[in-house]
């Protein structure tokens, strides 16, 4: 088939491949001038299922929205009636039974997704910034004990967890800061981390190799689709040189908090919002002082992880403005967990120069698993809505996708991210 993939994030570009190497003619689209601008450009970096155990096992409680302990989530403002909606949908969500199902859709794409990427960076020989090993630190019992449901289930689900004493942590991360409280940390195997972008742009060219072609600084401002013998679906695009239209066969649809806009006039409602996520790097000032891989800090929900002869610390998700004043705070915020873990880990004072700070809004649905496959408008298909998780679905999400498009069964089921669990 001729396809269109509308965004060159880490999922289009994944997807792009995926539908490449299984023989279709793809088109990427995407308004930046070249691949992982956005979302996918300073992200946490974290690939390895179970990451996310503090932050998907933390109360979806109207307390912990607005400041008080335990939330993955802040809001950035005063919501509008749309953002209250979604904000409502993300509480029931957080009601144990339901919960539980949504993880466990999750834990399994992020698990498929993992042997999925190591498949391509074997087969590939790709050559990108990644460590071994991930910590999550509790600063208290009540922190690990929000999470012990979702440690059970990792645990179920076939998941290596190793509940570690503050000694056993230490004696894995050396470079942890002695006297911050540490109640226990819980150690997950394989590989915790990798450069997102790095990933994408190699990705991209190996795309390129299968034939996929790539139109940047082209901005798509509308989708139709008509009825006929077969589907036909046609991108209203913008190029710098002028106005173009494409036709295809169909289109896969991965782009973020835009991809609202462009399926509303097919009737599509997507309950999508931004969140916003923050991130530093810095060059490591001195490597005995950094972190050997990977750790997480359940209660602020903050990762610090080492990528080569850099650090980054990331988490803050904030939904509501776009970057502001509160932003500032977030990065703030983002320092002092790295002050409290890792102290002399990152060459900050005096070169800030050299520190990236970055913002980036991450399109997030209000249940948590992403979604992935056809819609009832013939021949649109979403790739989208993975919030924080992105990096960690991407690879599972794309080779799931181009399965089903192919007619096969994928190798994990999809029915939790089927697009008509929200009526598309």
């Known amino acids: 088939m001729r396809i269109g993939v509308v965004g060159a994030g880490v999922v289009g570009i994944t997807t792009a491949y995926e539908l490449a190497l299984d023989g ?16 996918s450009f300073a992200n946490g970096s974290l690939v390895v299922p179970g990451w996310s155990a503090g932050l998907i096992g933390a109360p979806r409680t109207w307390q912990a929205l607005l400041g008080g302990p335990g939330s993955p989530l802040r809001l950035g403002g005063v919501p509008r009636t749309a953002q209250w909606r979604w904000l409502w949908q993300w509480h029931v969500g957080g009601r144990p039974g339901v919960h539980l199902a949504l993880q466990r859709q999750m834990l399994a794409l992020m698990a498929y997704s993992q042997e999925r990427q ?32 979702t440690l059970e289930l990792m645990r179920e689900m076939g998941l290596n967890t190793r509940l570690l004493s503050p000694e056993e942590a230490r004696q894995r991360e050396p470079a942890l800061r002695a006297d911050t409280p540490l109640h226990g940390a819980t150690e997950l195997e394989g590989e915790a981390a990798a450069n997102c972008r790095t990933f994408a742009l190699l990705l991209r060219s190996e795309a390129q190799r299968l034939g996929c072609r790539f139109r940047f600084a082209s901005s798509v401002d509308r989708l139709s689709s008509t009825n006929g ?5 046609t991108v209203h695009h913008e190029p710098t040189e002028g106005t173009a239209a494409s036709a295809f066969d169909a289109v896969v649809v991965c782009a973020g908090v835009a ?9 599509l409602q997507l309950p999508l ?3 916003y996520g923050h991130s530093i790097s810095a060059p490591v000032r001195e490597p005995m002082d950094a972190p050997v891989a990977a750790v997480v800090d359940a209660q602020r929900h903050v990762s610090i992880v080492r990528l080569g002869q850099r650090v980054r610390v990331a988490g803050n998700a904030r939904l509501g403005k776009p970057p502001s004043e509160r932003s500032a705070q977030a990065l703030q915020q983002l320092y002092r967990v790295l002050a409290d873990w890792f102290p002399g ?6 070169q800030r120069g050299q520190v990236q700070e970055w913002h980036g809004v991450q399109a997030t649905l209000p249940d948590g698993p992403p979604l992935i496959g056809a819609t009832r408008v013939r021949g649109i298909w979403l790739n989208l809505g993975h919030g924080a998780h992105g990096w960690s679905m991407a690879c599972g ?4 996708l181009a399965d089903s498009m192919a007619g096969r069964s994928p ?6 991210c089927a697009p008509a669990r929200f009526g598309l």
């Open 345 to 350: 880990a990152a060459q900050l004072g005096g």
């Open 229 to 233: 013998p077969g589907p036909s679906v």
């Open 273 to 275: 919002q931004a969140v």
């Open 118 to 149: 190591g498949d391509l960076d074997a087969m590939l020989k790709l050559d990108h910034d990644r460590c071994q090993g991930l910590l999550l630190l509790w600063r208290t019992g009540q922190d690990l004990g929000r999470a012990q449901a």
């Open 24 to 39: 279709h003619e793809v088109t990427v689209f995407d308004r930046r001038h070249t691949a992982a601008e956005e979302a």
């Open 411 to 416: 190798d994990l089921d999809l029915s939790g």
């Open 397 to 400: 999400s794309a080779r799931a």
């Open 259 to 267: 991809s609202s806009g462009l399926l509303r006039p097919l009737g």
